[in-house]
């Protein structure tokens, strides 16, 4: 059975400050790996893509990849309360449905 | 990114009658669309896929004869929930991947909010 896990939360933090995301996978063949957002009430968007080995940047985001380790990050930067919503962690293995995680709630206070 | 449309987004219906959702790609082609739900404060669960031309395949617990899918063509699928329940009330949203994606990169509808009375 192929499972995403994340701490469901909540994640509190400071504005300003730096929120990490964190999520592991079961299935070492997974190839894709990507980070939605979603507001209440909202569907998922995507926010991070990440397909290799390393960190990759996009504005105040980076993802982290380890597939040795099996676990990919999310790291926000200078949160902001509009960054408050639930992060989804998601893993794609080519011939099957995208598997998602249960979700992080992050709260960002002002 | 792409963009995948759903209709309609809120839905409010009498037990027993049946209500149908529209999952269109507007600007790419997607053999295949995917199918979730959503219960409040929960996590996003896949009912079944959605292929184009052929059945769906339904997840496991998810009946294939109340949750009707139907994958005319490359760019819509539809979800019917035949006699629907009270206990049917939830946020269904659709989602596709491009054809020419092999990264995997799933789009979201804007969800369905389905109210059973």
């Known amino acids: 059975q192929k499972e995403v896990e994340q701490n469901s939360g909540p994640l509190s933090v400071p504005e300003g400050a730096i929120a990490s995301l964190n999520c592991t996978y079961s299935?070492?063949?997974?190839?894709?790996f990507f980070w939605y957002r979603q507001y209440s009430g909202k569907s998922p968007e995507l926010i991070m893509s990440?397909?290799?080995?390393g960190d990759k940047e996009d504005g105040r985001f980076t993802a982290q990849l380890n597939k040795a380790s099996q676990y990919v990050s999310l790291l926000i930067r200078d949160s902001q309360p509009s960054d408050s919503a639930t992060y989804l962690c998601?893993?794609?293995?080519?011939?099957?449905?995208?598997?998602f995680g249960k979700g992080t709630t992050l709260s960002v206070s002002s | 990114g792409a963009v995948v449309s759903q209709h309609p987004s809120r839905v409010i219906c009498k037990s027993g009658t049946s209500v149908k959702i529209e999952c269109r790609s507007l600007?790419?082609?997607?053999?295949?669309m995917f199918w979730y739900r959503q219960f409040p404060k929960k996590s996003l669960m896949l009912m079944a896929t959605?292929?184009?031309?052929?059945?769906?395949?339904?997840e496991q617990g998810v009946e294939k004869d109340k949750f009707l899918i139907n994958h005319a063509s490359l760019t819509l699928s539809t979800l019917t929930v035949t006699s629907a329940h009270p206990e049917d009330s939830s946020f269904y949203i659709c989602?596709?991947?491009?054809?020419?994606?092999?990264?995997?990169?799933?789009?979201f509808g804007e969800g369905s909010r389905l109210t059973v009375l």
């Open positions: 959605s292929n184009e031309g052929s059945k769906a395949t339904y």
């Open positions: 998601a893993v794609f293995q080519a011939g099957t449905a995208l598997i």
């Open positions: 600007d790419f082609q997607a053999t295949t």
């Open positions: 989602s596709a991947r491009d054809v020419a994606g092999g990264t995997g990169e799933l789009f």
């Open positions: 299935d070492r063949v997974s190839q894709s």
């Open positions: 990440i397909y290799s080995n």
